[in-house]
């Protein structure tokens, strides 16, 4: 399995932006489709956004579209997830995700980043 390590969480007021980055390391990185999920207290884990491999599909969930904007750099091994107009809703912690093209569920998990909204 693939290695994922986050930064960039933190304190962030309502309506400003934040980015997340994810560095993974282990078997090909230009292979898998990778994805942030989040999970606030008393919550289920969620899908925020995806990447195909190839970079070509994107998927948003609903509440973030339009704000979030997901993007890869095979060459840096790296995801990003750039947050903007940020809503207190918006706080959790974020995961990043990696499974290979050709399996359904995400495999691989990151350690996950606190993100913190304040109104």
């Known amino acids: 399995q693939v290695q994922l390590i986050e930064s960039g969480g933190g304190l962030v007021q309502a309506g400003g932006s934040m980015t997340l980055s994810c560095v993974a390391s282990g078997p090909s990185f230009s292979t898998l489709d990778m994805a942030w999920f989040r999970q606030a207290p008393g919550r289920d884990r969620e899908f925020v956004a995806g990447v195909t491999r190839s970079g070509e599909e994107t998927p948003y969930q609903d509440s973030v579209k339009g704000r979030f904007t997901i993007s890869r750099d095979n060459d840096l091994n790296t995801v990003y997830l750039q947050m903007n107009s940020l809503k207190p809703e918006d706080s959790a912690v974020y995961y990043c995700?990696?499974?290979?093209?050709?399996?359904?569920?995400?495999?691989?998990w990151g350690q996950g980043t606190q993100v913190t909204v304040f109104s």
């Open positions: 995700a990696a499974k290979p093209d050709r399996i359904l569920n995400f495999e691989s």
